[in-house]
């Protein structure tokens, strides 16, 4: 089990950037496959993106490819979310997540058993 603590979220215009960071207790982040999700008003949460644990293979969802980025640094047990071309669609409550190994590509909230307090991430027009 992993305690996680989000950083880095905001109010920003369209078009900005914000970065989310994710910081783990434990000794065995290295092994985590790590995820961020978010959840806005009204709706389900829904999977942005995951890491695998040593941070080779990444996965995201469409509506954020090539406008958001997910990476991680093992020796600061740290994962970051940076997020460039904000919209107001991405608007909403983001959450880090953690799983001891695992598939990235396995997108379900509730394979994921430990999960950050979460930080909000408000995208004016």
């Known amino acids: 089990q992993v305690q996680l603590v989000e950083s880095g979220g905001g109010l920003v215009q369209t078009g900005g950037s914000l970065r989310l960071s994710c910081a783990a207790s434990?000794?065995?982040?290295?092994?985590?496959?790590m995820g961020w999700f978010r959840q806005a008003p009204g709706k389900d949460r829904e999977f942005v993106a995951a890491i695998s644990a040593g941070g080779l293979n990444t996965y995201y969802t469409d509506s954020v490819k090539g406008r958001f980025t997910v990476s991680r640094d093992n020796a600061k047990n740290t994962v970051y979310l940076q997020m460039n071309s904000l919209k107001p669609e991405d608007t909403a409550v983001y959450y880090c997540a953690a799983r001891f190994s695992g598939n990235i590509y396995n997108l379900d909230p509730r394979s994921y058993p430990d999960w950050g307090q979460g930080t909000q991430v408000t995208v004016s027009s």
């Open positions: 434990g000794r065995t982040f290295s092994s985590y496959t």
